[in-house]
C-alpha cells in the first residue's frame, strides 16, 4: 500500500510540473547544452536508480526493514514533499522553469515557501525521494538518493549564479539570510 501511495504522489508531482510548463513566461536566457547535461545526468540516474534500481545482487541489499513505522514516515515524506513542491511551484508562477533558465520580466521570488529556503522545490523533491528511498530500503535506492542530491547540488549552484548575475544585490542579501536547502541549517 505505502508503494502505491507514494508512485501516486511522484505521479501527481510530474503531473503537476508537465501541465503547469505551458504556463510560464518566455526564456531570455539558457545556458549551454553541457551544462544542462551537468546536473540532468545525476537527475536522470538517481530516480531510475531509486524506482528501479539495476539488476545486480549487491544493490538489492535490505538496508531497511519493511515495518510499518518505516512505511508510514516514508509515505508522510512524499506527502509533505509532494505539498511543499506544489506549493513552491505554485508561488513562483510563471517564472518557474524546470531548467536553468532566465526568464523574461523575471522577478525574484521571497515569498511562500521561498521565505524558509531557497530552493523548497528541490527540498521537496529530496523529501519525496527519502520517502521513495525508505520505502524500499534498498542499497540501489540509497545509491540513487545520493547521486540524485548531487544532481540537485549542481543545479542549485547553476541557478544560484545566473541570480546573482541577474539580481547581484537582491540575491545576494537573500542568500546571505535563507539556507538553501533545509531551513537554518544548510
Not at 532566465?102 to 527519502?130: C, D, N
Not at 549552484?157 to 540575491?171: C, D, R, V
Amino acid at each position: 500500500m505505502a508503494q502505491k501511495l507514494i508512485l501516486v504522489c511522484w505521479l501527481v508531482f510530474l503531473a503537476y510540473w508537465l501541465i503547469s510548463a505551458f504556463s510560464t513566461k518566455k526564456t531570455a536566457e539558457r545556458p549551454s547544452l553541457a551544462a544542462m547535461l551537468l546536473y540532468r545526468i545525476p537527475f536522470a540516474l538517481g530516480a531510475v536508480l531509486l524506482f528501479k534500481p539495476l539488476p545486480l545482487a549487491s544493490w538489492d541489499i535490505l538496508l531497511l526493514p519493511h515495518i510499518v513505522v518505516v512505511q508510514v514516515i516514508a509515505v508522510g515524506l512524499c506527502i509533505l514533499g509532494l505539498l511543499g513542491a506544489l506549493w513552491a511551484r505554485r508561488t513562483l508562477g510563471k517564472n518557474w522553469s524546470g531548467e536553468v533558465v532566465f526568464k523574461e520580466e523575471h522577478e525574484l521570488v521571497e515569498r511562500g515557501p521561498y521565505r524558509f529556503v531557497r530552493h523548497p522545490i528541490y527540498t521537496s523533491i529530496l523529501l519525496m525521494a527519502l520517502g521513495r528511498l525508505l520505502n524500499t530500503g534498498l542499497l540501489g535506492a540509497l545509491v540513487g538518493f545520493l547521486i540524485l542530491i548531487v544532481g540537485v547540488w549542481i543545479k542549485l549552484k547553476q541557478e544560484e549564479a545566473l541570480m546573482l548575475k541577474h539580481f547581484p544585490t537582491q540575491y545576494a542579501a537573500y542568500k546571505s539570510r535563507v539556507k538553501a536547502l533545509i531551513p537554518f541549517v544548510l
